[in-house]
């Protein structure tokens, strides 16, 4: 934008000078960094601002609130205030701080002046309390502005305000002296009735609750009383109102619930200069609320010309607070007129009187902390002895009813007439005593503060510099007992016959200090742990201070050497002990297989697992937690291993020779792909029936010649040899040249009529590693691994991602695998990876006859982190994919994608099932109703949708 051109010293406003568009998802209270170029034609002046986006923002309440029983703030007083505070921002506040100052009043101080706030919500209100006192010296009308600031993190001011609080209560409230004047109101005899409403403001009155005894109006003209009698049925009433003006208001305010605080049946105004009317009751005023003064009067028997109307002297107000009408006739009197022109006025307020009653003992020590009964009422005394009554009433000649424990009652009369007075009160010292403490610490004599002494029935505590006094008490043997942090407490019996000063000397818990060495150094950073406490040490030293007596546990830990478990007992002495670590030694594992070096061999060691290298080998540190050692040594092709080991002082190499296992020998019987199940299977010993899909597992030991034996029927016998070694896993029969009507599904028990068809016997089929061999029936082998995938981000896992792997899809675990089982080898498979919000990646895997791939071989593959792609349903538009009905009652129907697996989660991303779209639909009939996710990797790409079952 253009700026107009500036003089020397001139200064210009700038609005509106750019738009800043946030994004969704931009973190609460982010710092945005903007940057303000102003460019003539030889300079250019830049300014660097920064603000935050979605922050809190704090707003205090109108009112400061006085919280004791008075709501009056008087000399000698100590006042609870408290403010609310509300946030009204954006985002949740985390932290701030609320202080309270007293900037132009030396006699108010307040007490705990800070309130630290933590976690205030959007649109929740909290209020901050504080602790004011006023001198018992502060002057009547004395006022203090207070002033409260609320600061997040002391670095930004979120809100601030002030308020006036008056000391004492004002003489009276003068509200305008013009000289100038009106006719209308409140009094405007030219007619026979009149009703005027005048609105005052708290700041017309003082923010001090007030006893309104009296109230006066300026009169500038009066009429002659022969020619008006005065006016009849006048009444004044007053009602607190939250109104702040008259602007809109279409009918008076409704004053039938006001305090009628004047009523006269004749009202004569006979003279000019004030018009006082004194209430016939006293108006408690609050000190914080606007007040609505109504004035009526009529119908008079007769009025006065225009010329002779009674005029009052007036003046302008910021706004309209004047509601005003004359009639004739009604008493009824409707809304005529509103106006800010307004009468001067004057509020009397009965001044406060103050009595001060001190107690002492006889020796005029002061009572301090004293719970005094005084007419019923509960005080308690201060540190000068004093409780400090305000009272409206009369004093003069004024008896007193004081009940103090352990003193009786007495009554005490009071004759001042003076505002302030203050009534000594001497109790008797012949039964009561005061017993002082001074609390030290033995050793280096410094006063203790905050120590507690229990001594008979009450607990005093030591100030600022270790002293405390109790409140009198009856003398003879008293129990008394001292504590404070971190010092061993003291008790014993007192004998008090008078009053009594002890010196108390508490000794401090003693000091653990731990020295630890490795190997020959004291080290940094050990780990020492004391109970619950930890520390790092600091040249081989951790101290721990203040410490109770008693046993503790004591815990030394350091990476690579033994951890340190013992207790240690504290009394009174300081414990300086020193401890030497000893280093865990290394295991190293050679694990051979058939005299071979075994490669990615599972070692579990208490728990962790562990994989050898290419050359068979695994290093890792001795457990401490687990002296035995116990290793466990596992390979997919040999039987595993178990060791047990005992302490091991020093590095250790152990060599481990795994013996071959049995291999699965898997029979798939079938008529030209039909498969036939119940077909009893014999090898090695052992027997196996074939399952519904024609399959039967036998394992068996490894060997050169195995005879089989195939049971199709009792008439009808197969047998053969194989040779049993870790390439033979699937010996696929195909009895197309039998026939099997009589013994398929089920059916070996029927008669066989039919035996055409001969099987030769004694039949030995030997089958090479990865290679086909027929003999009469259809014999093939196929070779079937395991395929593990590791997905991860670059630094931890990923939860969740789709792996599709030859159409197969599953999603990997919290550790980001997933293992797909008898993947067929000689064969390329094609896997694809995907996740929401990363990048997918696919690729191709040879499986040749060579390839050795198994649960323990890991392919890991890294996905990247990507914006949030477009909404789901554009991705599935774009390739030609819908689901339909949605919502349904859980019968989907899906278009293009016959055959696809789709995986179903609930709306917490919880994996329930894997589902296969069949017949161009997909059934969840049987699910609860909800909302749910079908998720799928369709062209390469993540798709997702979204489907809501009734």
Known sequence: MNLKALESNESDTLKNICSIELQNGIADQTKIPLEIA??????????????????????????????????????????????????????????????????????????????????????????????????????????????????????????????????????????????????????????????????????????????????????????????????????????????????????????????????????????????????????????????????????????????????????????????????DEESEIYLYKVTSYRPNTVFRYQKPKQVMFRFTNANDKPLINKQISIDSKSYTTDSTGIVRLITYDILYNRDFKIEVENFGIRHQRVTSTSDTTLVNITLDSDLMHIVYFHVTDSATHENICNAGINIGESIVYTDSIGTAST???????????????????????????????????????????????????????????????????????????????????????????????????????????????QRIPTITLMVYGDSLPLKNAKIMVNRHNLLTDSTGMVSFAAFADNPSQNITVEHANFFSQNISLGHIESDTTIVVNLNTLCYPIQFHLHNQNTPLQGIAVELDNQSATTDTLGLATIFAKPTESAEYKITLTPEIVLNGTIAVNKNVALINIDLANIDTTHFAHHQSDTTITDTTHTVPHDTTIVVPPHQDTTHHDTTTIAITYKIEFCISDGSAPINDAIVVLNSKLQMTDNRGMVVFEEVTAGMAANYIVAKEDYTSTDGKIEISDTFICNADTTINLILNKIQPPTTDAKTAEAHNFAISPNPSDGLLRIQNYEGQQFMLCDMSGRRLKTITAEGGQIDLRPISSGIYTLTSIICGELVSYTIIIR
């Open 38 to 327: 102003i460019t003539d034609d030889e300079l250019t002046t830049r300014n660097s601002v920064r603000f935050k986006v979605n922050a809190p923002k704090l707003e205090f309440g109108k009112d400061l609130t006085i919280n004791n029983q008075s709501q009056a703030f008087n000399p000698g007083d100590t006042i609870d205030v408290s403010i609310s505070l509300t946030n009204i921002g954006h985002a949740d506040l985390g932290s701030a701080t609320v202080s309270l100052q007293i900037t132009d009043c030396p006699f108010v101080s307040a007490i705990d002046n800070k309130q630290e706030i933590r976690d205030l919500q959007t649109d929740s209100t909290i209020f901050c309390n504080f602790k004011l006192t006023a001198s018992s010296f502060t002057p009547m009308m004395t006022s203090a502005k207070i002033h409260i600031t609320a600061d997040e993190q002391s670095t930004q001011l979120i809100d601030s305000t002030e308020y006036t609080l008056i000391v004492g209560q004002l003489a009276e409230s003068i509200i305008g002296t013009s000289t100038s004047h009106t006719e209308w109101y409140p009094f405007n005899n030219y007619y026979k009735c009149g009703k005027t409403q005048i609105l005052y403001t708290a700041d017309d009155l003082g923010s001090s609750p007030a006893k309104i005894e009296e109230m006066a109006l300026s009169i500038a003209f009066t009429v002659d009383p022969q020619n008006f009698d005065g006016y009849k049925d006048f009444k004044i009433k007053i009602k607190p109102v939250d109104l702040a003006d008259f602007e809109n208001i279409t009918d008076y305010v409704d004053m039938s619930d006001a305090q009628t605080v004047y009523s006269k049946n004749l009202q004569v105004i006979d003279k000019k200069g004030l018009q006082t009317f004194v209430f016939d009751s006293s108006f408690i005023y609050d000190g914080k609320s606007n007040i609505v003064v109504e004035m009526t009067w009529g119908v008079n028997e007769s009025y006065v010309s225009k010329e002779n109307r009674t005029k009052l002297y007036c003046h302008t107000t910021s706004s309209k607070t004047i509601a005003y009408d004359f009639e």
């Open 471 to 581: 409140n009198p008490m009856l003398g003879g043997s008293i129990q008394f007992a001292v504590e404070a942090a971190n010092y061993f407490s003291q008790s014993g019996l007192l004998e008090i016959e008078s009053d009594t000063s002890f010196n108390i000397q508490l000794a401090k818990y003693p000091n653990v200090t731990v020295r630890t060495m490795v190997e020959t150094d004291f080290t940094d950073s050990v780990t020492v742990t004391l109970d619950s406490t930890t520390i790092l040490t600091s040249n081989g030293i951790a101290k721990f201070e203040n410490i109770v007596n008693g046993s503790h546990t004591l815990n030394i830990s350091y990476s690579g050497y033994y951890s340190i478990n013992c207790d240690i007992k504290t009394e009174k002495t300081e414990i300086d002990t020193t401890f030497q670590l």
